[in-house]
């Protein structure tokens, strides 16, 4: 155990018998996400490095403060990359906020979730005990499920200190298209593409036009521009940079945003404001200052959910708002039973999920 890790590991211990609040901090690139907490700060983003990686197993595995952007070169020069196209929200972006938060880009889904690629994990306990879980492997799934429960937990069920992933070759060839549309338009042009045995690796319609990401070989490539339509967009990569770094216009300004998880096909909620689609229709980013009961109310009657992604101040300064959909009963009994089990002093993040329950 580094002498690091073991300096994590006292803190932690102590703030248990003392039943203090740790408030975990690495790069603080995503500290906007995610209720309101306080607490001791808990100092993770020191504990980094690249470990192992296998370039020929399409596995790394790196301490959690290791930087975001030292993963993907480290992966670039061997032609690899993560698949799930983490969004950084700054440079300072670790390996273990990218997890805990669980954030994944417009490749998503196409290639996966962030969950999806984690094979293994250590992780350190609320009760300040090391554990680990799964493999640095990809055929050794033991404790396979337990590692993906970290991906979006942002802390609460232990601070991670290393973490395994899944890589995968960078596409020899892409190329992105756009094509003009209205809003209902671009959610049939969407689906219909999704639903074609097409290399899709990017759909977003941003209120002007669809613009498509397709990955594949160079042949692959020619042969597709003779069967799809649309204009090329020759800036196609900085484009999905900044829609995954939220430097697309859309983001421009402060105004509460949201995040939509609903069905592809679901038609516009009717709701005010300012609207992009990513993941071909399944994730949609809406800019409004409706109340979040009436942007509850209205997801909720499609079957999605809405998470207050940004700027939750604009309702903080009227009244307190969790900021994420609230959880059925049955599912909130599971997540209670969880972070006993890990943080049973729920020390970490306190409030950072779902008030002081989680």
């Given at each position: ?56 197993e ?45 954030f ?57 200190l290393?973490?395994?992933?899944k ?63 649309g ?42 404001g ?26 909720a009657?499609?079957g ?9 101040e ?6 307190p ?33 779902y008030?002081?329950?989680?």
């Amino acid at each position: 155990m580094s002498d690091i890790t073991q300096q994590l590991q006292a803190q932690v211990q102590r703030a248990f018998q003392a039943n203090n609040p740790l408030l975990i901090r690495g790069g603080g690139s995503k500290f906007f996400y995610g209720n309101a907490c306080d607490g001791e700060v808990f100092a993770a983003g020191e504990h980094r490095g690249i470990i192992e990686y296998e370039p020929k197993e399409l596995v790394i595995t790196a301490r959690a403060g290791t930087p975001l952007k030292d993963i993907e070169s480290t992966l670039a020069q061997h032609g690899q990359m993560l698949a799930f196209e983490p969004p950084y929200f700054g440079l300072a972006a670790t390996l273990g906020g990218t997890i805990a938060c669980g954030f994944s880009g417009p490749r998503r889904p196409f290639a996966g979730s962030a969950r999806d690629f984690v094979l293994g994990c250590k992780v350190l306990t609320g009760k300040g005990e090391v554990i680990e879980f799964g493999g640095k492997v990809i055929k050794n799934v033991a404790g396979y499920d337990v590692s993906r429960l970290m991906a979006g937990a942002l802390g609460t069920l232990g601070v991670i200190l290393e973490v395994s992933l899944k890589v995968l070759p960078v596409p020899e060839a892409e190329t992105t298209l756009a094509i003009a549309a209205h809003t209902n338009e671009a959610i049939d042009i969407m689906n219909a593409r999704a639903g074609q045995p097409l290399p899709l690796s990017g759909a977003v319609y941003d209120g002007e036009a669809v613009v498509m990401r397709f990955s594949s070989t160079e042949l692959g490539i020619k042969e597709l521009r003779k069967k799809i339509a649309g204009d090329e967009l020759k800036q196609g990569p900085e484009f999905w940079r900044q829609v995954k770094e939220q430097q697309h216009f859309f983001f421009a300004n402060d105004m509460p945003l949201w995040r939509l998880s609903l069905a592809p096909a679901t038609l516009p909620l009717g709701l005010p404001g300012s609207w992009l689609f990513d993941w071909g229709g399944a994730l949609r980013w809406l800019k409004t200052d409706a109340s979040p009961r009436d942007v509850r109310d209205a997801v909720a009657a499609e079957g999605g959910h809405a998470t207050l992604f940004k700027h939750r101040e604009f309702w903080e300064r009227q009244q307190p708002y969790c900021v994420f959909h609230p959880l059925p009963s049955a599912l909130m009994a599971i997540h209670q039973k969880l972070k006993t089990a890990f943080d049973p002093a729920k020390i970490l993040n306190r409030h950072r999920l779902y008030e002081d329950r989680i």
